[in-house]
């Protein structure tokens, strides 16, 4: 014989929409309690927040205790839930577990925020040394941006070269400028005038042409005298 599988009746068909639906719900006050705890545990940790806060008129603790306890244990671990469940059995007194949950996760976040801080200032610290640092180095005298002279000066020496260049150039200007100069350089141009169109020579006596021609003569006459 087959086996005929039943029909889900119409109460678990809206749990089962209310699970898969479950990021949207908000008041549960009208529900019982019986249906919220198949539906409830589906919940995370800000679902199962934000359904609380909704539910203003009723208290769902009942319900969502051992939910949060069970966060507690997942995000804590188990060695320190059974240390504040000893703690309360010690004092003989109970907190709910959202909110030893909530003042854990305060706690956790003080601490690290206290690491935060403590590693901004080691940081400022270690940036203000740095800064420090090239605030000295920067004291110093930086060097010229001239190059260094063979005999190994800075830009100290090249700057009085400088100095004694305009300085030499000032005193030129001032000796071209003058009097003195003018008389010189008139000086120059007359004796370039000289070399340029020079003066005719007076003409040569021709006693040396005579003495010449007179002793080729005599050196002719003397030829016959030397035969005899």
């Known amino acids: 014989m087959e086996l005929r599988r039943e029909a889900p009746t119409l109460l678990e068909l809206c749990k089962q929409l209310a699970i898969y639906n479950v990021r949207y719900i908000g008041n549960v006050e009208a529900l019982d309690l019986h249906l919220l705890k198949d539906i409830l545990p589906h919940c995370t940790i800000d679902q199962l927040t934000r359904i609380e806060d909704a539910t203003k008129g009723r208290d769902l603790s009942p319900v969502t205790d051992d939910l949060w306890k069970r966060f507690y244990e997942n995000q804590f671990g188990v060695d320190n839930t059974n240390n504040v469940i000893r703690k309360m059995k010690q004092k003989r007194i109970v907190f709910k577990w959202r909110r030893l949950y909530e003042a854990k996760m305060k706690v956790i976040e003080e601490e690290q925020n206290q690491i935060a801080k403590k590693i901004k200032q080691r940081y400022e610290e270690s940036e203000a040394k740095r800064q420090s640092r090239q605030i000295r180095l920067c004291n110093k ?88």
């Open 141 to 228: 005298v930086p060097p010229s941006s001239g190059k260094r002279s063979f005999y190994g000066g800075s830009g100290s020496s090249n700057s009085c070269s400088n100095l004694r260049g305009n300085l030499m150039k000032k005193a030129k200007m001032e000796y071209l400028n003058s009097h003195e100069a003018r008389i010189h350089a008139a000086m120059r141009k007359n004796a370039l005038e000289r070399k340029s169109f020079p003066t005719q020579s007076t003409p040569r006596s021709s006693k040396p042409n005579n003495f010449s021609g007179n002793s080729l003569s005599s050196s002719k006459l003397a030829r016959p005298g030397e035969r005899k």
